[in-house]
């Protein structure tokens, strides 16, 4: 596996790629790789001839008072991960590589970023979107995957695709979860043992409003309150969100479920805040 640690390395990669005729797929991640990412990895190659996993942290998509400089750095771990899955290449740029002193350009996108995880996190879409253009210009993937856990972050970059005609096709891949449920995600590593238990909450707060479903319950605001009183009873975790949106305007639902819906939530605890979502589907 190569490792790439500049755009130079990156364009260069790419051109031989193209040369031979091959099909690009792109991972991008954060590192602190756990088995979800890995997942990623074994999608993007049933999609592409090579797979391009980018590791970068990327300072734009976090707030001033967000944990950029708490978040997991595992470089070492993440690069024999990838290695094992069968990753092509890595890119792991450094933040002056990606950004220059004076950059003024974002991506802003005004619709589907409002509602969820936008509400108490304004800054962090239009700081996902720019590096993800970044990457899909720098890679020329010809697919690219992420995780459905971050559901509002795939449907934003699912939008930009479509309106800024980027020649790429975005591919989602299912949630992975710890044997207990819990959904994974790199800052899970960071819970006391008591938070971590608290964190089970979440999922079977999901449960419960996909259980209410199968019964017959359509209205939103009973399915919302079913799992905010769930998700109260955590001790240590504050309710970011209880959300029920249209599955993929994002828009709210104030009447009867009559087709798709994403329930999604977000919990706080002291350690970290841990997002979850499921789609709810009162035909199947």
């Known amino acids: ?9 990156l364009r260069d990669w790419v051109g031989q790629q193209k040369q031979q005729g091959l099909r690009i797929g792109l991972v991008p991640t954060m590192g602190a790789l756990h088995a979800g990412h890995l997942s990623l990895i074994r999608e993007a190659r049933q999609h592409a001839d090579v797979v391009l996993v980018t590791l970068f942290v990327n300072p734009t998509q976090f707030a001033p008072n967000e944990d950029l400089d708490s978040y997991p750095r595992t470089w070492e771990a993440d690069v024999a991960a990838c290695e094992s899955e069968g990753a ?19 991506l802003i996108e005004d619709r589907l970023s409002r509602g969820l995880c936008g509400r108490s996190r304004p800054t962090h879409f239009s700081g996902v979107l720019t590096i993800v253009l970044k990457l899909f210009n720098l890679s020329q993937p010809d697919v690219a995957v992420f995780g459905e856990k971050d559901a509002q972050q795939i449907r934003l970059i699912r939008r930009m695709v479509r309106d800024l005609d980027v020649p790429v096709r975005i591919v989602g891949a299912p949630i992975i979860r710890e044997a207990d449920g819990l959904a994974m995600s790199s800052r899970n590593r960071r819970l006391s043992p008591e938070s971590r238990q608290e964190a089970l909450r979440i999922v079977e707060s999901l449960r419960l409003a996909e259980t209410a479903l199968a019964g017959g319950e359509r209205d939103p605001a009973q399915l919302r309150q079913l799992v905010h009183t769930h998700l109260e009873r955590a001790s240590r975790g504050t309710v970011d969100y209880v959300e ?10 104030n009447s009867a479920i009559e087709g798709p819906a994403l329930l999604a939530v977000a919990l706080l605890f002291p350690e970290a805040r841990l997002i979850d979502n499921l789609r709810l589907l009162p035909d199947s």
């Open 1 to 9: 596996m190569e490792q790439l640690r500049s755009k130079e390395k």
């Open 88 to 106: 092509a290449a890595l890119f792991a740029p450094e933040v002056n590589d990606m950004y220059e002193g004076d950059a003024s350009v974002t």
């Open 244 to 253: 029920l949106v249209d599955d993929e305007s994002l828009e709210p639902l």
